[in-house]
């Protein structure tokens, strides 16, 4: 039985790309996993407190940053949506990710994480794409591809809807088609991606 570990940190709950294109990956996943588990956080819903002197001392002995490593321990593959705010990610999933790195607990190559895939919906109004003048404010994906995979070793992938904020900035509406065949190709990244991990955690 695989267990996926869904985490959204979209403030708005609705017109979200991420959140649409985690539910498209969802939807395949359960698809492909019927008798599957889906361990769900809403971050922007119901967000974590900020790490704290005590949880930052209490390290593993913490209670709750005990329960969101075992959580990650046990699952097969992870998925975040991880839209753009200011040049970053949401200060919810940075305020998981402060908790959930436990040194002497999950960090290292011999994590229990180590090698777990995870799957970044990584929205955003503009486009950082390389090549593009904004690129150089890309602290998402460099951001979270650089710590999964140095304190977990982990297997990161991303999917990039980009330039969302075409449909709602008038200066941006020539880029509409481009948003477009964006958000349709990262839909379709998101059911072949789960389908594949389907298949490789069946394997
Ligand atoms: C607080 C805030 C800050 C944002 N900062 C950026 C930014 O730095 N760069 C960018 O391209 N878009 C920025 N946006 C636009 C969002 O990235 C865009 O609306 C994206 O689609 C949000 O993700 P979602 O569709 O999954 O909700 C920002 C939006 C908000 C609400």
Known sequence: MATLLHLDSAVFPQGSASREVTAAFVQTWREQHPDGEVVYRDLAADPLPHLDAAAAAAGAEHPLRAELAAELAAADAVLIGAPMYNFSIPSTLKAWLDHVIVVGLNVGPDSPVAGTPITVVASRGGSYA????????????????KLLTSMFAAEVDFIVPE?????????????????????????????????????????
């Open 163 to 203: 330039l969302t904020l075409a449909h709602v900035n008038p200066q941006m509406a020539e880029l509409i088609p481009l948003a477009e065949t964006s958000k349709a190709k990262a839909l379709t990244d998101a059911e072949d991606k789960a389908k594949a991990l389907a298949a490789k955690l069946a394997a």
């Open 130 to 145: 390389e090549g593009t003048p904004r690129a150089d404010a890309e602290f998402v994906q460099n951001y979270l591809e």
